[in-house]
């Protein structure tokens, strides 16, 4: 059973959100802000958060500046896991992985199943690892936000959280380029 070290020191993270959606503004915009007040309320650090329309390159480049920024640990997306024609926000995002976490969409689905029962299959939330940055996207219900962030990403991004969590390997999660720099010297 997880449970929380208190003995273990609290690591904030920055993390970063993104609003895929064609018609939602930040002001209106209430999935984002969800995991933005979430993030905040639980001792992180609100790294940045935009809104992209539903199109492949636009998600892509702000995604892949977030993943080629130090200052940010985690990107959260939120939209576009559907199945209509404009939800296409696993195929901007899932080929930047380079390691996938088939893990995040399984435990997201089963949480998700005991709120909404069989309609979780509508969704594609994925998570991944991409540039020592954590990848997690999200469908784009504020309930699939809280679901996701208070069912999984809370305890897996707190460094208390026992038996493991995603803050400890942090450091190790370059490794592979670390060891590709050694052969090349």
């Known amino acids: 059973m ?16 993104l609003t895929v959606s064609d018609t939602r503004s930040l002001d209106e915009d209430r999935s984002g802000a969800t995991l933005a007040d979430r993030i905040a309320r639980d ?21 892949k500046a977030w993943i080629a920024d ?13 199945f209509t024609g404009r939800d296409v926000t696993p195929e901007a995002v ?7 976490m088939d893990g995040f969409s399984t435990v997201f689905h089963q949480i998700s199943y005991e709120k909404i029962g069989t ?21 784009g219900s504020p309930g699939a936000c809280k679901d996701a962030w208070d069912g999984i990403l809370k305890w897996q991004l707190d460094y ?9 390997i942090m450091p190790r999660l370059d490794e592979h380029l670390k060891r ?6």
């Open 94 to 100: 899932e080929p930047l992985f380079e390691k996938r």
């Open 160 to 168: 208390r959280h026992m038996p493991c969590n995603f803050v400890e």
């Open 119 to 139: 309609s979780t299959i509508q969704s594609r939330a994925t998570g991944g690892v991409a540039n020592a940055t954590y990848l997690f996207v999200l469908p």
């Open 43 to 63: 001792g992180h650090i609100l790294a940045d958060r935009k809104i992209v329309t539903d199109d492949v390159p636009a998600i892509r480049d702000v995604v």
């Open 180 to 185: 590709g720099k050694l052969r090349e010297a």
């Open 2 to 17: 997880s449970r929380i070290d208190e003995s273990r020191p609290f690591i904030p993270l920055k993390i970063a959100v």
């Open 70 to 82: 130090e200052a940010i640990d985690v990107v959260i997306s939120t939209g576009g896991t559907g």
